[in-house]
């Protein structure tokens, strides 16, 4: 085959993010936004990466590839034992790099060799470092144009454990949770107690009660990467464990409960569960002054918003889920302000082979 092509889906915490780490449950959602990611076979041995979002090209040996890659390996298992932040910046200091990772890592995966050079060409809808889950639903893509095209049978759980192996690379100790979803789609009850038992169950086959009963509000990209602030949460819970031990055990519960109400689709009690759990996230340090600001204004007319992220500590923190029984109100609210929003579809198609 001369072309492969495949696209997937971001995503949006409804709750769990941070304590999903843990080994704490999350529910997750896949949204109407999508990366599509192009395969072409090339006569020469080149390996060619083209991003349409920045506009740039960059052409690399295979012996070069996999260098950059085992060097992102080396870093970031030193991360693994300093802690060092700085590291992961260091592993995607240029702009193509995490895309040339998602290559490599798939090739190492499968402990294969492509048998000629080929073009990978990148197109986006999802906002970068936004809370949508970018990095995951790319390496999701990259990782099935790969599969195919080394000729691998492949699943929607494997292409989450290569993008999981990608992720890590980008942000340190990800969850999982976000390659899941995208791979998935749909309305997911994500739980990594081990890397041997992780559960990911779908929450509910139709999201059509979700059309038009949620929006995304848009702060702007955060100054800390995920990396950063799920760092910044370590070193809390190594500072003060049973502080976030009692927020973590209460955002399972949570978790748990939005399940049950997500089912019904009771909109009041979702609106319940959310607001209690964006004050937890609150607790822990990762809702900046700005946000909050947002999301007191949301919680003024009986709706609710949270992160749908890492967050952030200082100005923005990426995209907030939003919502409200007065959805119109919600939008004059914000219209109002002049606080950025936009509708999305939740609970789309996860990864998907474009024609």
């Known amino acids: 085959m001369d072309s492969i092509q495949y696209s997937a889906p971001g995503k949006v915490h409804f709750l ?12 997750l959602a896949s949204v109407g936004l999508r990366c599509f990611v192009k395969l072409e076979r090339l006569d020469s041995e080149q390996i060619e990466v083209f991003s349409k979002d920045y506009n740039l090209k960059q052409t690399l040996t295979l012996s070069e590839l996999l260098k950059k890659t085992q060097k992102a390996k080396i870093c970031w298992e030193k991360y693994i034992r300093t802690g060092d932040v700085n590291l992961l910046s260091e592993i995607t200091s240029e702009k193509l790099d995490y895309i040339f990772l998602c ?6 995966f499968w402990s294969r060799r492509p048998s000629s050079g080929f073009r990978v060409l990148v197109s986006s ?4 470092g936004s809370g949508l889950g970018s990095s995951a639903a790319l390496a999701v893509s990259v990782a099935a144009v790969m599969s195919e095209f080394l000729g691998e049978k492949f699943d929607n759980q494997i292409i989450s454990e290569i993008a999981f192996n990608i992720e890590k690379r980008k942000h340190g100790m990800p969850s999982g949770a976000d390659p899941a979803t995208s791979a998935n789609g749909g309305f997911i009850w994500f739980q990594k107690k081990s890397s041997q038992d992780i559960a990911i169950e779908q929450v509910i086959t139709d999201a059509d009660r979700f059309v038009d009963k949620f929006l995304l509000i848009n702060t702007g990209a955060p100054q800390e990467s995920t990396g950063e602030m799920v760092a910044q949460v370590k070193k809390l819970y190594d500072k003060n464990p049973e502080f976030v031990k009692r927020i973590f055990s209460d955002q399972e519960q949570l978790v748990v409960q939005l399940r049950g109400v997500i089912e019904r689709f009771d909109h009041v009690k979702i609106i319940e569960i959310i607001r209690q759990g964006e004050a ?8 900046s002054d700005s946000s909050r600001k947002i999301i007191l204004s949301v919680e003024s007319i009986d709706g609710v918003a ?5 967050g952030g500590v200082v100005g923005a923190t990426g995209i907030l889920l939003a919502t409200s029984p007065h ?8 219209k109002k302000n002049k606080i950025p929003f936009f509708n999305v579809k939740i609970g789309v198609e996860g990864l ?3 024609n």
């Open 16 to 27: 769990g993010e941070h304590a999903v780490v843990y080994g704490k449950p999350a529910i």
């Open 306 to 310: 949270k992160i749908c992220g890492g």
């Open 125 to 128: 809808e999802i906002p970068e």
């Open 103 to 108: 290559v490599g890592e798939t090739l190492n």
């Open 327 to 334: 959805i119109k109100d919600l939008t004059k609210l914000l």
């Open 280 to 287: 937890n996230l609150d607790a822990l340090g990762v809702v």
């Open 352 to 354: 998907r082979k474009e």
